[in-house]
C-alpha cells in the first residue's frame, strides 16, 4: 500500500535529510581525509620539514599550493557566508578544522551538512503549506 501524498516514508535519527547529493559530498570528504592524512602521517614518520617541502619543491608544486591555497580561502568564505545565510551555527569550526585536517575533507563535510540543512527546510516548508494544516 502505497502512503498518503505529501507524508512520503518517515526517515528518523541520522539517515533524516540524507540526499544522494550529500551522500556524494559526505563521501568525498572521506576519501579527502584518508588522501591528505595518508601523505601527512608519511611525513610524520620520515621526519620531513612538511610547509619546506610544500613550499620548496619547484615551480608546479608552487603553483598547485597557490592553486589549493586561493580555493581554500575563497572555500572557507562561502562556508561563513553560507553558515550565516542558512542559520547553521559554528560555520567557523570548519574553517579551523580545515588547519587541523585538510580543506579536502572539510569542504565536502561541509557541503553535505549545508545539503542536509537546504533538504530539511524544504521538507519543513512543504509541511507547513500542505492542505488541512
Known amino acids: 500500500m502505497t502512503p ?3 507524508t512520503g516514508s518517515p526517515r528518523s ?3 533524516q535529510h540524507w ?3 550529500a551522500v556524494t559530498y559526505l563521501v ?3 576519501i579527502g581525509l584518508i588522501g591528505t592524512w595518508t601523505f601527512n602521517i608519511s611525513a610524520i614518520v620520515q ?3 612538511f610547509v619546506g617541502d610544500w613550499v620548496n619543491s619547484g615551480p608546479a608544486v608552487s603553483s598547485l599550493t597557490v592553486d589549493l591555497l586561493i ?3 575563497a572555500g572557507s568564505i562561502l562556508i561563513i557566508v553560507e553558515s ?3 542559520g547553521l551555527r559554528g560555520g567557523w569550526i570548519y574553517v579551523v578544522l580545515a588547519g587541523v585536517t585538510a580543506f579536502a575533507f572539510v569542504f565536502p563535510l561541509f557541503l553535505a551538512m549545508r545539503e542536509r540543512a537546504i533538504t530539511r527546510r524544504t521538507v519543513a516548508d512543504s509541511r507547513s503549506t500542505e492542505p488541512g494544516e
Do not use: H, Q
Open 71 to 73: 580555493a581554500a580561502v
Open 4 to 6: 498518503p501524498t505529501g
Open 19 to 21: 540526499t544522494p547529493l
Open 84 to 86: 550565516r545565510r542558512l
Open 47 to 49: 621526519v620531513r620539514d
Open 28 to 30: 568525498l570528504a572521506v
Open 13 to 15: 535519527g541520522i539517515a
